[in-house]
């Protein structure tokens, strides 16, 4: 069914992704952006890939084209709280599926990064497994996913001064890691992840 509906080339697609699961430190941010299927060579065009195969700056003027081109698009995320009660998994469902029912155009079919699809969703999805590096879509949302987490962790720094958030975005470089060590977590660690225990 699938299938047919991509071959239209009229048939509204959302490409979904999130950002931030490995991450210590705060939400893990969704994206959900719909696009025709006929924008898919575009996007190409455009040189739309995995966020994590571009440098921060082309990924920032990305993110602006993407959202020119969108039909719509929506970020969305899950708390640290949510992360620690539910697990990192759960919560990065929650957060997709938070992104998708915010579009303001219901798109036809989603395509969704991993191998889980997004529990509860009455649209239609595929989850496809390394989906950012095989659709310009999904690596759409991986781009304003990634932009809008990244932008989070810059305004964070200046609060959290020990930890080097504006360099590791909330990684676990080794920097981050003996910060923790020795000042302990803020109140936007992931207690659940070991590093980040007391």
Known sequence: MS???????????AGVDEVGRGSLFGPVVA???VFPV??????????VKDSKQLSAKRREILARDIKNLAISYYIAYASVREIDR?????????????????L????????VDG???IPDLI???????????KSPMIAAASILAKVWRDELMVRLS??????????????????????????????QHRLSFRPCRK
């Open 38 to 47: 006929s924008a898919m060579s575009q996007l190409q065009a455009m040189g």
């Open 31 to 33: 994206a959900a952006v």
């Open 3 to 13: 299938q047919d509906l991509l071959l239209n080339p009229k048939t509204l697609i």
């Open 123 to 133: 649209i239609p999805q595929e989850a496809i497994i390394g989906g950012d590096c």
């Open 115 to 117: 191998k889980q699809k």
């Open 86 to 102: 539910l697990n990192i998994l759960n919560a990065s469902l929650l957060a997709m599926k938070r992104a998708v029912i915010k």
């Open 158 to 187: 200046p609060k959290y001064p020990d930890y080097d958030l504006a360099k590791n975005k909330g990684y676990g470089t080794e920097k981050h890691r003996l910060a923790l060590q020795r000042c302990g977590p803020s109140p």
């Open 104 to 111: 303001l155009v219901v798109p036809q079919l989603c395509l």
